[in-house]
């Protein structure tokens, strides 16, 4: 990579390192208090940890991790270079973003913003939070303008050629966040920003909540589709096979695009005020975005399968001898594909209205986000880490840190499966998320869901020790010798003609996206809006 696009990348990619590190110690230290080890000195309290892990992991962790890879990507596979345009929108964005960052974590830690990373109304944070959220979400539009300004250029530069795979799936990327974080946008500016300001008395606790949705289901397919990136075009470099069909990868990031977004009520099934009927349709939709993801898994079985018997191997499981299991780039990746695997099964039980009515608001869901977004995503990101540093770098990487790595996937997976398993058990048990420690007066039940705690705070220590490694990790790529590494971009099994260029009609897919979301959420919307709605005025966490 060009060293200034260098840059760029790697101050993006650090500043999710920091995050992850600061956002594993409040994970670490809820989880303890959670699993009522030991209370905290200076009273801090279990919901301002909350807040801050969930916000530094899910939000920033992911949101400059993504950005970092999707430029090195572009930069990568669209010119060799970013136009000094895109460079600049790039920094701009992240200047904002980290400016807006530093708003909302002062405010956390200062304890005015322990509303969790849903910030759910009627809890109400001090302004400048909503504020700092507003700047981040100012900042991501510019790193995504910045992408496709690129992605535009390209194809202006080369009319009649299929545009890179890392390009297009980067521009369902930004695009499905651009789409996604106009609720969210809405939903901060016009709602919550007057209200925490007391321009206005109340907050319509239903609207908000579906801006939210809006724009919260769409951003865990936003930590997905990066994840996909590199599952689709990276991975079948580093096994030495190739991508099983452009045009089926293709497809599937369409289809995610189309149906990620009107979706938001699966997560608002048991809320009053939506009719049973837009729940339904919802979830009818839902069922729709399963489908990608399974031709994702079908197309990764095929590329490994044709790996294998490329190089030989037969039978139903011959591939799996071949692939490079001592690979950290690869094998960590794929530990994340074996966990979305019953994290996705996960997903299905909890889209299902009745089986909902189960695990809604208990710890089952905070189960399935660790299996998806902090196994399945984390793991990769992981991976990509340890080629990425030394590309950008100008190094290479070590078998002493690739074992390191190796080490810390599997205490990665050792302590999810303490801690994401006993969620998963506990929550069917009936165990509530987001509960500070109690034993609800030496209930019977809850005094049955405390050892499943106790396996909460074990894999939580467990996962902290490997969070921490992975810092080590990230510090060693630094100091490893000098070299060149290889940008793995795979190469299609088919030529380019096979992939159908309407694929790339993005008025199109626009416009199908808008009709979607506009027949999803229109009439629910103008429910909520009606005279026999009623504003809550809301109660100041601090
Ligand atoms: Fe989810 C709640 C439904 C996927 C994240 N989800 C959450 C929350 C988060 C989250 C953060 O319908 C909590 C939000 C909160 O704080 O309240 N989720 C789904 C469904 C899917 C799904 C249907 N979720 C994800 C992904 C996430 C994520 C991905 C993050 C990255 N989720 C829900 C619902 C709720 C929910 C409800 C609300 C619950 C409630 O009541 O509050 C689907 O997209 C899943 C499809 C996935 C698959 C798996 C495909 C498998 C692949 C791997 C292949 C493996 C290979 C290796 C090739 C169908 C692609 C094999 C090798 C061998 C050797 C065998």
């Known amino acids: 990579l060009d060293p200034r696009d260098g840059a760029l ?13 600061l956002g594993g110690i409040a994970g670490m230290l809820q989880s303890v208090v959670r699993g009522g080890a030991y209370t905290l000195p200076g009273g801090i309290g279990y919901y301002q940890l909350l807040t801050a892990h969930g916000i530094l992991m899910a939000i920033v962790f992911t949101t400059y991790f993504i950005i970092g890879f999707l430029y090195s990507g572009i930069a990568r596979t669209m010119g060799g270079t970013l136009l000094p345009r895109v460079r600049r929108l790039g920094w701009t964005g992240y200047a904002l973003m980290t400016l807006g960052g530093l708003f909302v974590l002062i405010m956390i830690l200062l304890d005015k913003a322990s509303v969790l990373y849903t910030f759910y109304a009627p809890m109400k944070a001090a302004p400048q939070f909503y504020f700092g ?14 992408i496709f300004y690129q992605y535009i250029y390209w194809r202006r530069t080369h009319r009649g050629k299929l545009s890179p795979l890392f390009g297009f799936m980067a521009v369902v990327t930004m695009l499905l966040w651009q789409i996604a974080t106009i609720g969210v946008a809405i939903e901060v500016v016009v709602q919550l920003i007057p209200w925490s300001l007391g321009w206005t008395e109340t907050v319509n606790v239903m609207l908000s909540r579906t801006l939210f949705w809006y724009f919260g289901h769409p951003l865990v397919y936003f930590w997905l589709l990066p994840t996909y990136i590199c599952w689709y075009v990276i991975i079948p470099e580093l096994i030495g096979g190739k991508i099983y069909s452009d045009a089926l990868a293709r497809l599937s990031f369409i289809l995610l ?31 729709m975005v ?49 966990a979305f695997i019953p994290a996705g099964a996960g997903g299905i039980v909890n889209a299902s209205d009745q089986m909902n009515a189960v695990v809604h608001n208990t710890l089952w869901v905070t189960g399935h986000f660790h299996l998806t977004v902090a196994t399945s995503v984390a793991l990769t990101f992981f991976g990509i880490t340890y080629w990425l540093v030394p590309v950008i770098t100008g190094r290479v990487l070590t078998s002493k840190v ?116 506009l027949f999803a959420y229109t009439i629910p919307v103008m429910d909520m809006l009606g005279p026999d709605t009623y504003g809550a005025p809301g109660y100041q966490t601090w």
């Not at 959220?133 to 910045?146: K, P």
């Not at 079985?301 to 011959?318: D, H, I, P, V």
């Open 133 to 146: 959220l507003a700047l981040v979400v100012i900042g991501s539009w510019l790193s995504g303008a910045g």
């Open 290 to 338: 399963v489908v990608p993801s399974l031709m994702t898994a079908f197309s990764l079985f095929a590329s490994f399968e044709l790996n294998g018997r490329a190089k030989g191997t037969s039978g139903l499981f011959g591939w799996v001898k071949v692939l490079p299991w001592k690979d950290v780039r690869f094998f960590a990746p794929f530990m994340g594909m074996l």
């Open 9 to 21: 990348v790697l101050a993006h990619v650090l500043f999710a390192f920091a995050a992850l590190l």
């Open 402 to 517: 690739n074992k390191l790595g190796i080490v810390q996937t599997v205490l990665w997976l050792v302590g999810m499966l303490f801690m994401s398993g006993a969620m998963h058990a506990v929550g069917l048990l009936g165990s509530p998320r987001r509960t500070a420690y109690t034993t609800y007066q030496n209930h019977p039940d809850a005094v049955l869901w405390m050892p499943y705690h106790v396996a909460m705070a074990i894999g939580g220590v467990i996962l902290f020790a490997a969070l921490i490694l992975m810092i080590v990790n990230v510090a060693l790529l630094f100091r490893a010798p000098k070299g060149t590494t290889a940008y793995p971009i795979g190469q299609s099994e088919a030529p380019e003609e096979a992939t159908p260029r309407f694929l790339e009609r993005w008025g199109v897919w626009i416009a199908i996206t808008a009709v979607l979301i």
């Open 257 to 287: 695009l189309l149906f990620s977004i009107p979706v938001g009520f699966h997560h608002q099934l048991m809320e009053p005020g939506i009719s049973p009927l837009w729940k339904y349709i919802q979830v009818v939709l839902t069922f």
